[in-house]
């Protein structure tokens, strides 16, 4: 397997633009996580879903960023309009239910600078 | 308040000597606890998990145990290598939270010199 898949790796834009980050995971996982990690903040989980549903979206910092999973293999988060404090490395993660099932799979990041 | 905290942020040890690095916790219920090790410009990848009721958990050179009176758990390299050099992330899995989120520290960068 490819392991998860991310796009963009990396993502430079203005203040007030739409940003949409790009998530597959690997086949066959029930559950998808968005986080996002700062050196000041650390590993934050933002959302994460369940066989496509949202489970705990309390991570989310604000209206401006919102999730989707329109199906097991596909996931963005977007954010609308974007600010300079949004600035991170956004990682999408998978887990398999059975076996070890809270055993995380992180695909490489997104990079997002917002100028 | 929650807080999941490690030792330091930096641990410089030379190659050959054992590593040990410190995840303590508060106000937490964790079912178990994760470390990860993760590389610059790389997600987290999984390296052990043990359980509230394992005391400790080995593979190769590597050993995990978990205090939870002490809410603490600690993670040792052995006989370190160059290659270790990296930032290690534990994290825990709440009780209350359904087994399925983790919440993660901040990590320990370790720099292990020839």
């Known amino acids: 397997d490819a392991g998860v898949i991310q796009s963009p790796r990396h993502e430079v834009t203005e203040m007030g633009q739409e940003v949409t980050l790009r998530c597959k995971p690997i086949?066959?996982?029930?559950?998808l996580f968005w986080y996002r990690q700062t050196m000041m903040r650390g590993l934050e989980l933002l959302i994460y879903f369940n066989n496509n549903v949202p489970i705990d979206d309390s991570g989310m910092p604000e209206d401006r960023f919102s999730a989707k999973m329109p199906n097991a293999s596909f996931s963005t988060l977007k954010i609308q309009p974007s600010e300079p404090r949004d600035s991170a490395v956004y990682f999408c993660a998978s887990s398999p239910l059975q076996g070890m099932r809270d055993t995380q799979y992180f695909g490489p990041g997104t990079r997002l600078t917002v100028l | 308040s929650q807080k999941i905290e490690q030792n330091s942020e930096a641990l410089n040890i030379q190659e050959g000597k054992t590593a040990t690095l410190t995840c303590n916790y508060t106000n937490y219920s964790p079912a178990y606890l994760q470390w990860y090790r993760q590389d610059p410009g790389r997600g987290p990848v999984f390296l052990l998990l043990i359980r509230e009721n394992e005391k400790e958990k080995r593979k190769e050179r590597l050993k995990v145990t978990f205090d939870t009176t002490l809410k603490q758990s600690l993670f040792h390299i052995t006989a370190s290598q160059p290659a270790d050099s990296a930032t290690y992330l534990c994290?825990?899995?709440?009780?209350?939270?359904?087994?399925?989120?983790?919440?993660f520290g901040k990590g320990t960068t370790l720099s292990v010199s020839s």
């Open positions: 994290a825990l899995g709440d009780l209350n939270q359904a087994g399925t989120a983790l919440i």
């Open positions: 086949s066959g996982h029930d559950y």
